[in-house]
Nanobody, 124 residues
Framework: QVELVESGGGLAQLGDSLTLSCVGS????????VGWFRRAHGGGYEFVAG????????YYVDSVKGRFTISRDNAKNTVILQMNKLTEEETALYYC?????????????????WGQGTQVTVSS
């Protein structure tokens, strides 16, 4: 079974950049579609971006297109989310998660493996 651990969160100023990392354990990492979700205080899971197991296809929600970039290196069992031009509304707990669902899974229920989350706080 794959386990995921996120890192890289922290405090950022409005317009700043942060880089989140998701490192997986286990030999099946490349079999999983990996998505990044965020959950603001009191809210539900919001899908942000995802990348296919072979890294050939990435998907972004409209609100982050052009600002966020997702990438993965299966040799290092790592998925990176580069976040630029952060806004205060993007303050949330960010999770990486793994899914075996075909296509572009965007629902939290599609994901069977979750990290513990890393907090991103954006202030002005």
């Amino acid at each position: 079974q794959v386990e995921l651990v996120e890192s890289g969160g922290g405090l950022a100023q409005l317009g700043d950049s942060l880089t989140l990392s998701c490192v997986g354990s286990g030999h099946a990492f490349s079999e999983f579609y990996v998505g990044w979700f965020r959950r603001a205080h009191g809210g539900g899971y919001e899908f942000v971006a995802g990348i296919s197991g072979d890294a050939s296809a990435a998907y972004y929600v409209d609100s982050v297109k052009g600002r966020f970039t997702i990438s993965r290196d299966n040799a290092k069992n790592t998925v990176i989310l580069q976040m630029n031009k952060l806004t205060e509304e993007e303050t949330a707990l960010y999770y990486c998660a793994g899914s075996r669902v075909y296509g572009i899974p965007q629902r939290s229920d599609d994901y069977s493996v979750w990290g513990q989350g890393t907090q991103v706080t954006v202030s002005s």
